[in-house]
């Protein structure tokens, strides 16, 4: 956390804390500094460069949703930044089925491509509800769904992160990747919302 | 009952890596599909998908 100095109560905690584990020999600054530059280098802005290529370009599209992982590598972008490689897949929203994320066991999220995760998506109403009912907890976000739309709801249980491929807004057909990727929320990368 | 969608290929137990197991168990992980009906009965409507290591699961005759 060097760089830091706040003195707020939980700031002085966690510097005691690093403070004792540095001393253990369990980590080092530099290793704390580099886990930290990984999260702050992830931002929703890298998930909607890879949305805004998936709408212009269908053989890229149909590479990212055959294997994320490897359609990554063509935006300099990975799953790599993390202690270990994490399969990534794309989910694709289409006119009949909506796709959502949600992590039951606790806040599983494509950090690098999302940057760090809102606060609801880590709590437990979110996790709960979403699940049983995700008609009501997305109305609830704004997204009302036609009834007929079917909605799955991805449980990131295991090794894999997921995004969503939102459906490209009606009436961008003359807008460039660059415009395309500015109206993709981060919202709309985790299905709730549409974009 | 749910139903396979998708190998994700062999990953570490979650189980044994949380105790800090030095060889944790490797196991095939799934993509396993279930109606929500199946999970939390009326009225469903939707899919969950979660993704289970294979000791997770039990053959269905």
């Known amino acids: 956390m060097s760089g830091h100095h706040s003195d707020s109560e939980i700031a002085v905690r966690v510097r005691r804390l690093e403070e004792r584990l540095i001393d253990a020999g369990l980590t080092s600054d530099e290793q704390l500094d580099g886990i930290i530059g990984q999260i702050l280098s992830g931002s929703p802005a890298n998930g909607a460069r890879v949305v805004a290529r998936a709408w212009v370009d269908p053989a890229f599209r149909g590479r990212l949703l055959a294997d994320a992982n490897q359609a990554l590598g063509e935006l300099d972008l990975s799953m790599s930044t993390g202690p270990q490689t994490q399969r990534f897949t794309v989910v694709e929203n289409t006119p009949t089925v909506h796709n959502v994320l949600v992590c039951t066991l606790c806040s599983c999220y494509p950090i690098g491509l999302l940057g760090p995760s809102p606060s609801w998506y880590k709590s437990e109403a979110y996790r709960a509800r979403v699940v049983r009912e995700p008609r009501a907890v997305l109305a609830e976000f704004g997204l009302e769904l036609p009834a007929e739309t079917e909605i799955v709801v991805h449980d990131t249980s295991a090794e894999s992160r997921h995004m969503v491929l939102p459906l490209r807004p009606e009436g961008t057909a003359g807008l460039g990747e660059a415009d395309l990727s500015a109206l993709v929320t981060r919202e709309g990368l985790i299905g709730t919302a549409a974009v | ?61």
């Open chain 2, 1 to 61: 009952m749910g139903e396979v969608v998708e190998i994700q290929g062999t990953w570490p137990l979650a189980d044994d890596r949380a105790q800090g197991f030095a060889e944790p168990r490797v196991e095939p992980v799934y993509t396993v599909r279930f109606p929500a009906g199946a999970l939390w009965g009326p009225p469903g409507g939707h899919w969950v998908q979660v993704e289970l290591w294979e000791s997770y699961l039990e053959v269905v005759a």
